[in-house]
């Protein structure tokens, strides 16, 4: 009998490394786009079918969950923004490992009632998550022990709605934009002890002194240009790249838009730029010359139609996406020539993911589609329904999909 237990223990030790060896250390990824390499997840399911564990999660959080290792970890807080946590959950059974309260608010400003007060996503490497609340705070914490490693909370910033861009790791900085109703710029911490590196406005001539109108939420994205790397970091009216090593302009263009928080894409020499409210609803933009290159590396534009808050996903010479009312899309990667045009139904905030040729959209009543990356014509391949919607995007880890609705954290993962 003691062999048999062993036996059993060890097994399910394996299974755990073999199902949950894959990391997704950040909002949209390990490359920031929503790709996912795993060639077995399932695409049909339901509360009762494929649901290795399903677990409550307190509080309201539109964080999306990310995992390193045999760890989730996402952020949460209370409805009226007083108390902002950490959440880390063991990806094989959904056991709480960690339930951390980070920071506490006397006064929480308003907060818009779409958004929460734990929107922006952690990121996670080895031994460290970097939970960020905007400017509520942001903290480095021990993934092993829960402890505070470094906390800030003296940045001024107004975000009005409430907070929602996430941050990034790179070369040991831990790079992250505000863009509020009072100020706006991009700033970089040290991400071993949480020191200013560098600290840069936008400057950006918004044409108005209206605050909401200068607001973003966006996730910036490192491009490699040629010799060097760039931070592709778009705001209200104008995206702006920037060297990511003191925080130097290199360029901007000029797009008009505002409440931009789409995390950019990059392919074909182009990034894709969303753009918001009030202006064209994608910019592919070259992301070479330096100064203001509005005239000279605007490739295309998509006037209007597209997505407003989920990202875009880019496969091979396409882009799909789903817009905020329900509409898929394919189009010409290279030329903004449109594809194929599908209304799948229901309201979008989550953004898309792709996994062995099939695109997973998950929209705000608990709906999931289905359809593959096809630029020819749509196909769908399932729909799928849970309790609750999803404002956070999944995470893929070896063949199990972590789902967050507004209630529930999933694990979907074959029977």
């Known amino acids: 009998m003691k062999y048999l ?8 030790n394996l299974f755990a490394v073999l199902s949950f060896g894959d990391n997704w250390n950040q909002f949209r990824g390990p490359t920031g786009d ?3 390499t795993t060639e077995n997840l399932p695409t049909t399911w339901s509360e009762s079918e494929n649901v290795a564990w399903k677990v409550e999660i307190h509080g309201r959080g539109w964080s999306s969950p990310v995992v390193w290792g045999d760890q989730v970890w996402m952020t949460t807080a209370t409805e009226d923004g007083k108390q902002m946590f950490a959440v880390c959950v063991d990806p094989a059974t959904g056991e709480t490992i960690h339930d951390i309260l ?3 608010n006397k006064s929480p400003r308003f907060r ?3 958004n929460s007060y734990a929107s922006p996503t952690p990121i996670i490497e080895e031994g460290r998550v970097y939970v960020h609340f905007g400017s509520y705070g942001t903290a480095c914490l021990d ?4 402890g505070v490693i470094w906390q800030r909370r003296d940045i001024e910033c107004n975000h009005w709605r409430g907070p929602g861009a996430s941050p990034i790791i790179h ?3 831990l790079i992250v934009s505000y863009d509020g109703y009072d100020k706006q710029f991009v700033m970089a ?3 071993t002890s949480g020191d200013t590196v560098w600290k840069t406005d936008r400057n950006i001539d918004y044409g108005t002194d209206d605050g909401d109108r200068k607001k973003a939420y966006c996730t910036s994205q490192i491009v490699r240009v040629g010799e060097r790397n760039i931070l592709v970091s778009p705001s209200a009216v104008e995206t702006i790249a920037y060297d990511p090593k003191d925080g130097k302009e290199i360029w901007r263009v000029r797009h008009g838009g505002m409440n931009a928080c789409s995390r950019p894409v990059f392919g074909h020499g182009l990034v894709y730029v969303v753009i918001g409210d009030a202006g064209p609803t994608i910019c592919a933009i070259s992301p070479d010359g330096t100064g203001n290159v509005t005239d000279s590396n605007i490739a295309w534009t998509m006037e209007r139609g597209g997505p407003k808050r989920p990202s875009l996903l880019l496969h091979e010479d396409h882009l799909y996406m789903v817009t905020d009312d329900g509409i898929a899309q394919c189009v010409d990667a290279k030329t903004g020539k449109p594809s194929w045009k599908e209304r799948l139904g229901g309201n979008f905030r989550s953004s898309p993911i792709l996994s062995d040729g ?3 959209c998950f929209d705000l009543d608990g709906v999931c589609t289905v359809f593959q990356a096809n630029p020819n014509e749509f196909i769908q391949v399932a729909k799928n329904e849970l309790e609750n919607g999803c404002q956070a995007s999944p995470a893929v880890t070896g063949e199990s999909m972590i789902v967050r609705t507004t209630r529930h954290l999933y694990c979907i993962r074959k029977q």
């Open 5 to 12: 237990i062993l036996l059993a223990v060890a097994s399910l």
């Open 34 to 36: 929503g790709h996912s």
């Open 102 to 104: 980070v920071f506490e």
């Open 112 to 114: 818009h009632p779409t």
């Open 143 to 146: 993934t092993h022990s829960g």
């Open 171 to 173: 070369d040991g900085k």
């Open 189 to 191: 911490f040290d991400k």
């Open 358 to 360: 099939n695109i997973y």
